[in-house]
């Protein structure tokens, strides 16, 4: 069965970037009709969309975040990644990866998330 | 912006019925999604599309729609139900929202 899994810093210094990878296992993040996605949740809240992008690397954002990310694919690695920019304290929450469904309508498969803090 | 509203806590005892509901202008048009989250482990989704069961959820989960509400049934309520759970849909233009969450407590 496929699988996500998040890795990246747990800790990053506001005004900085945050930078976290999704490596897929147990299926090809370039086959046809895959999206693959990110969604975060601060501690104590609830979630929240971060964007989502096609196989083919055309990306869909929040607006509320739209001017600060970019999701990115590299098919070499089977890996997507995101990059959040001027972090602050508001950023700091659990993200997961996930594959969603042939659509982009939801969420198929999720990560266990990393919890990034954004702290000097 | 467009929103979800959910209640913040359900409370049932073993064996009863919990129903979760989620409210939004956009439902009668848009499909609903329902999470499961629980401490620790992969948030799973256990109803697509208002109504559908993925394969490996328990027949005890079952969603249902009305109007703006769509609601989340789980019948004969189990220890290990107990998690969080979250519904999620999209507005018109396309980006994804979600409720904020309903904690289920099994007494």
């Known amino acids: 069965q496929l699988q996500v899994q998040e890795s990246g810093p747990g800790l990053v210094k506001p005004s900085e970037t945050l930078s976290l990878t999704c490596t897929v296992s147990?299926?090809?993040?370039?086959?046809?009709?895959?999206?693959w996605g990110w969604i975060r949740q601060p501690p104590g809240k609830g979630l929240e969309w971060i964007g989502s992008?096609?196989?083919?690397?055309?990306?869909y954002y929040n607006p509320s975040l739209r001017s600060r990310v970019t999701i990115s694919v590299d098919t070499s690695k089977n890996q997507f990644s995101l990059k959040l920019r001027s972090v602050t304290a508001a950023d700091t929450a659990l993200y997961y990866c996930?594959?969603?469904?042939?659509?982009?309508?939801?969420?198929?498969?999720w990560g266990r998330g990393t919890l990034v803090t954004v702290s000097s | 912006s467009y929103e979800l509203t959910q209640p913040p806590s359900v409370s049932v005892s073993p064996g009863q019925t919990a129903r979760i509901t989620c409210s939004g202008d956009a439902l009668p048009k848009q499909y609903a999604y329902w999470y499961q989250l629980k401490p620790g482990q992969a948030p799973v989704v256990v109803i697509y599309k208002d109504s559908e069961r993925p394969s490996g959820i328990p027949e005890r989960f079952s969603g249902s729609t009305s109007g703006t509400t769509v609601t989340l049934t789980i019948s004969g309520v189990q220890a290990e139900d107990e998690a969080d759970y979250y519904c999620q849909s999209a507005d018109s233009s396309g980006p994804w929202v979600f409720g904020g969450g309903t904690k289920l407590t099994v007494l």
């Open positions: 147990g299926g090809s993040i370039n086959s046809s009709n895959s999206y």
């Open positions: 992008i096609y196989y083919s690397g055309s990306a």
């Open positions: 996930a594959k969603e469904n042939p659509y982009g309508d939801y969420a198929l498969y």
